[in-house]
């Protein structure tokens, strides 16, 4: 779909007072051509620990026990994708709420460190049909990261599914908003990261944590030839505009070659 863009929403980068009205104007704009998916995972730890669960990780994914799984669909696809859709509607986006299950959208196996990480999936492939259907409609799908297969529901993350839904859709754009603005090599934020550059940095071990599967998602979403994918910070109104015009803070990764890997904005 031409003019495409999918928006993932992590970290806590829209918890601000008014955050969700100014990402439902920046939205506006491209009604019937912006796809949002959404994470939660600290509104999921909170919960987790209401309930006695401790959280724990692996290369920056969540390990996903059997109590765990049913605090993240009852959080994710519940109560996170209702509390964005209904800020967004009532800020002139007509958002449709679903999870990655809804209409097969996402086909998914267990994750190939299942063994450490349980009910956690992998995204083997997408059906579109759904997405396109309600963009054609010029309606926004807010989409949060439960999977599901044989039955069996499966935790994913979110960055994953916003990579693998740009591509299937022919978007031009991915951008993975979080409260980081960006990545960090040698102590400073980058502005561009190519693709030889960004595997070096997942090489060097100076990446860790959750900025591990923001990589991949983006090394995954430009492979698939998307344009450009940036892990971006969210800055206030104007945003997502700013970041696609490359004036926000963030990292662009590209399939372009870069001379080197360019300080970020203003930094």
Same mark, same amino acid.
């Given at each position: 779909?031409?003019?495409?863009?999918?928006?993932k929403l992590?970290?806590?980068a829209?918890e601000?007072?008014?955050?969700?009205?100014?990402?439902?104007?920046?939205?506006?704009a491209f009604?019937?051509?912006?796809?949002v998916v959404h994470?939660?995972?600290?509104?999921?730890t909170a919960?987790?620990?209401r309930?006695? !669960?401790?959280?724990?990780?692996?290369?920056?994914?969540?390990?996903?026990?059997g109590?765990? !799984?049913?605090?993240?669909?009852?959080?994710?696809?519940?109560?996170?994708?209702k509390?964005?859709?209904?800020a967004?509607?009532?800020?002139?986006?007509?958002?449709?709420?679903?999870a990655?299950?809804?209409?097969?959208?996402l086909?998914?196996?267990?994750?190939?460190?299942?063994a450490?990480?349980?009910?956690?999936g992998?995204i083997?492939?997408v059906?579109?049909?759904?997405l396109?259907? !309600?963009?054609?409609?010029?309606?926004?799908?807010?989409?949060a990261s439960?999977?599901?297969?044989?039955?069996?529901?499966?935790? !994913?993350?979110?960055?994953?599914?916003?990579?693998?839904?740009?591509?299937?859709?022919?978007?031009?754009?991915?951008?993975?908003?979080?409260?980081?603005?960006?990545?960090?090599?040698?102590?400073?934020p980058v502005?561009?990261?190519?693709?030889?550059?960004?595997?070096?940095?997942?090489?060097?071990?100076?990446?860790?944590?959750?900025m591990?599967?923001?990589?991949?998602?983006?090394?995954?979403?430009?492979?698939g030839g998307v344009?450009?994918a940036?892990?971006a910070?969210?800055?206030?109104?104007?945003?997502?505009?700013?970041?696609?015009?490359?004036?926000?803070?963030?990292?662009?990764?590209?399939?372009v070659?870069?001379?080197?890997?360019?300080p970020?904005?203003?930094r």
């Amino acid at each position: 779909m031409s003019g495409a863009i999918v928006v993932k929403l992590g970290g806590r980068a829209l918890e601000a007072v008014g955050a969700p009205a100014e990402l439902a104007a920046d939205l506006v704009a491209f009604a019937g051509r912006a796809v949002v998916v959404h994470g939660g995972g600290a509104e999921v730890t909170a919960w987790s620990e209401r309930l006695g !669960l401790t959280a724990t990780f692996h290369a920056g994914r969540r390990v996903t026990d059997g109590p765990t !799984l049913e605090v993240a669909t009852a959080v994710l696809a519940g109560l996170a994708n209702k509390r964005l859709v209904a800020a967004l509607r009532a800020h002139g986006v007509d958002a449709v709420g679903l999870a990655a299950l809804d209409g097969g959208t996402l086909r998914v196996v267990p994750h190939p460190d299942a063994a450490e990480l349980g009910a956690v999936g992998a995204i083997e492939g997408v059906d579109g049909a759904l997405l396109e259907t !309600l963009l054609a409609a010029g309606r926004t799908p807010v989409v949060a990261s439960i999977g599901a297969a044989e039955g069996a529901l499966w935790n !994913l993350n979110a960055d994953d599914v916003a990579a693998a839904i740009a591509p299937a859709l022919g978007a031009e754009a991915l951008v993975l908003f979080s409260d980081t603005p960006g990545v960090r090599l040698g102590g400073a934020p980058v502005a561009t990261l190519d693709r030889a550059a960004l595997d070096r940095a997942r090489a060097g071990g100076e990446v860790t944590g959750g900025m591990l599967p923001k990589l991949e998602a983006a090394a995954a979403a430009v492979d698939g030839g998307v344009a450009a994918a940036w892990i971006a910070e969210w800055n206030g109104p104007g945003s997502l505009a700013r970041v696609l015009a490359g004036e926000g803070a963030g990292t662009r990764i590209t399939n372009v070659p870069v001379t080197k890997e360019t300080p970020a904005h203003g930094r």
